[in-house]
């Protein structure tokens, strides 16, 4: 599977991006699809996650009433709408695919795309 993470930008506090990440191969559907960010000099973090059906969610606490993740399976694309985005937000934002049913730790997802930046002013 490769994805290609997309829709980065920069907006001020209190605004709104949506996040695509496109994949390619015809086993999309089977994955879980997970959001994770990275700010400079930080860990890599957890964002949300998705079950391969699209019914299971989770979000990490920080972003949890402002984010909402979905896929389109027929699309072989997932989203991350952002709303609502405060400056602590600012990271590179990373979509990953992985076998895992709930899966919420980095090392849970086999592939990963390339990053796409958010920067969040004040």
């Known amino acids: 599977v490769q994805l290609q993470a997309s829709g980065g930008g920069l907006v001020q506090a209190g605004g709104s991006l949506r996040l695509s990440c496109a994949a390619s191969g015809r086993t999309f559907s089977t994955y879980t699809m997970g959001w994770f960010r990275q700010a400079p000099g930080k860990e890599r973090e957890f964002v949300a996650m998705i079950g391969w059906s699209g019914r299971s969610t989770y979000y990490a606490d920080s972003v949890k009433g402002r984010f909402t993740i979905s896929r389109d399976n027929a699309k072989s694309t997932v989203y991350l709408q952002m709303n609502s985005l405060k400056p602590e937000d600012t990271a590179v934002y990373y979509c990953?695919?992985?076998?895992?049913?709930?899966?919420?730790?980095?090392?849970?997802?086999?592939?990963w795309g390339q990053g796409t930046q958010v920067t969040v002013s004040s």
């Open positions: 990953a695919a992985g076998g895992s049913s709930y899966a919420l730790r980095k090392n849970e997802y086999d592939y």
